[in-house]
């Protein structure tokens, strides 16, 4: 495997290893586009903190984001996300474990 796609693979895999990620990740999946103010009102952390998780999220290529006005909106990246999981499922497919 190339070490840029393992670089990539880890930074995905790192994205998802928070709870409070995989719940962002699961609330952009049901309601689609929204905003940190609508995110953060679901959990009990405060809005720099439901930021700072989004931009990791970002960063991995999970959530794409749009600035409109003042609001910056998020989704799910999910042809992205499919993309990554279906790398890592060929990945591992391809190893030999125990033949």
Excluded at 3 to 17: E, Q, V, Y
Excluded at 22 to 41: F, K, M, P, W
């Amino acid at each position: 495997m190339d070490p840029s796609d393992m670089k990539s693979i880890t930074r995905f895999l790192t994205a998802l290893g928070d709870p409070v990620r995989l719940q962002i990740l699961t609330v952009l999946g049901n309601t689609g586009r929204s905003n940190v103010g609508d995110i953060a009102s679901r959990f009990e952390l405060s809005r720099p903190a439901i930021s700072h998780h989004l931009k990791i999220l970002r960063d991995a290529g999970i959530v794409d984001c749009q600035k409109v006005g003042q609001e910056v909106y998020y989704w799910l990246a999910r042809a992205s996300v499919v993309a990554s999981l279906r790398s890592l499922a060929d990945m591992t497919e391809s190893f030999r474990c125990g033949e």
